[in-house]
């Protein structure tokens, strides 16, 4: 941005994935009909008391580990005290000077990475639902547990929020930490933005942005207020502190409330809650648990496989996916055939059938029967994508699926002849130029045999035939 340097912080909340919410045993999940997951404890109702679920405090430790933070032995549960409609008990539970974590880092790529200041473990808000009836509350959401991420104000341009979110996606999701569905709310993120000129070491006026639902989103309003401010900032303006909503359809982010001063919250230690202590033995749980990382993985697939950079990101980007391909490489499969057919044929079906990659109806074994067929000319590659989509859709072996399709190679001349004889005369334009020495209208005639046949004449055949043909006209 000519003149300024933009200073970006990012907020990020991160919903657990536990069977219950953080202090009582309700079930988690924000979903279904309007508060039926809520319990005594949710509400704060008189004579009740919070318990912490110890899954909770496990992932956030997870969490920590994945990102490189230091765990925090002893830390404590704080009230962070304010009213509104969708926070029963009028506080909120979550830690403030003792949170579970302190540092850590997000990669950025190209080596880069954004420093963290903290992870705090807190409780969720429930939910406001405006329409024509007025504002009503939800409370399913309300006590879900989640782990805050701050970062420093480390980033420069609106590019880099987006990488940080995607590579913290990656990495939590790895960690089996938490979905991260944006859309969803499993994850949300608050952004930080200022302007300060070239050289200066003085932050300017922060403005925080929110309803960001999505990374790409999150770099647009940046984008936006990065404008904005320095429009301001170069006319000789002054930057409001506030609040700003973002307007995906519009494109614009609009004031929501000032920020001219700090919120007092009034924390004070939770008197319900004694202080929470983690042990090195549940810690080291926890690292055993979390295997191996993106970044890792990456590194693994490069030396162990030989594969080429978009394949070993195209594989790593999802952990299921990258035990999905090592399993089949287990069976028997080259490596880059098995991630060909990974990037070619099952990810595009299992994001179109949705589910767990591991319910795929096309197991590695059977991707590894379905390329034996291919490979002893059972099947053409034609074919054997049809085999493939034929599996996908009613499950079954390789060998079923040729059998009911009624799919085999064709390659004996006698077959072949005949149809060749036909290309020869439905292309005569086509047939002159190979003639001529135009190799590529080869094609054309192969094309018409391939078609004639669905893709079952072996294409060596019916070259080995074609050109004989042609030369002896």
């Not at 042990?279 to 590194?299: C, F, K, T, V």
Request: with cysteine; proline share 6%.
């Amino acid at each position: 941005m000519n003149g300024f340097t933009t200073v970006i912080g990012l907020e990020v909340h991160v919903q657990l994935a536990t069977q219950s919410k953080l202090f009582s045993p309700a079930p988690s999940g924000a979903l279904g009909d309007p508060n039926t997951r809520v319990h005594a404890i949710d509400l704060g109702l008189p004579g009740v008391l919070p318990r912490p679920n110890a899954a909770a405090v496990e992932l956030a430790v997870r969490a920590a580990l994945a990102l490189g933070g230091d765990v925090q032995r002893v830390s404590r549960f704080a009230r962070k005290n304010y009213f509104y409609p969708d926070l029963p008990k009028g506080y909120q539970i979550s830690q403030f000077e003792s949170p579970v974590c302190l540092g850590g880092a997000v990669p950025l790529g190209a080596g880069r990475s954004c420093r963290l200041q903290r992870i705090h473990i807190e409780e969720d808000a429930g939910k406001l639902v405006h329409g024509e009836l007025g504002t009503l509350v939800d409370l399913n959401r309300a006590g879900m547990p989640l782990i805050e991420i701050v970062g420093e104000p480390d980033l420069r341009a609106p590019a880099d929020a987006q990488a940080f979110l995607l590579h913290l996606r990656e990495i939590l999701r790895y960690a089996a930490v938490s979905d991260c569905d944006m859309e969803l709310g499993s994850m949300r993120c608050d952004a930080n933005i200022s302007l300060m000129p070239i050289g200066s070491d003085r932050y300017g006026t922060k403005v925080e942005l929110k309803n960001l639902n999505s990374p790409k989103m999150v770099q647009r309003a940046l984008e936006y207020e990065e404008r904005r401010q320095a429009a301001i900032l170069a006319a000789g303006g002054r930057i409001a502190a506030e609040t700003r909503g973002w307007n995906d359809e519009a494109g614009e982010s609009r004031p929501q409330r000032s920020k001219e001063s700090a919120p007092d919250y009034r924390y004070f230690p939770d008197p319900d809650l004694p202080p929470l202590v983690i042990d090195d033995a549940r810690i080291e749980a926890q690292r055993a648990r979390l295997g191996e990382l993106p970044q890792q993985r990456r590194d693994r697939y490069r030396s162990a496989f030989g594969l080429p950079e978009h394949d070993v990101v195209a594989l790593t980007q999802d952990r299921a996916v990258g035990e999905w391909f090592e399993a089949a490489v287990q069976t028997g499969v080259d490596a880059k055939t098995a991630s060909n057919w990974i990037q070619s044929d099952v990810l595009p079906a299992w994001r179109d059938r949705g589910g767990p990659l591991a319910e795929f109806p096309v197991t590695p074994q059977r991707l590894h029967e379905l390329l034996q067929l291919l490979a002893q000319g059972t099947l053409t590659q034609v074919t054997a994508r049809r085999v493939f989509r034929h599996m996908v859709a009613h499950a079954g072996s390789a060998a079923t699926a040729v059998q009911q399709l009624g799919l085999s190679r064709i390659d004996d001349a006698d077959t072949l002849a005949p149809l060749v004889a036909g290309a020869l005369a439905a292309l005569p334009e086509a047939a002159a130029a190979v003639r001529a020495g135009k190799e590529r209208a080869l094609d054309a005639l192969k094309g018409h045999v391939m078609r004639a046949t669905k893709g079952r004449a072996d294409p060596d055949a019916v070259d080995r035939l074609l050109r004989a043909a042609l030369a002896a006209d």
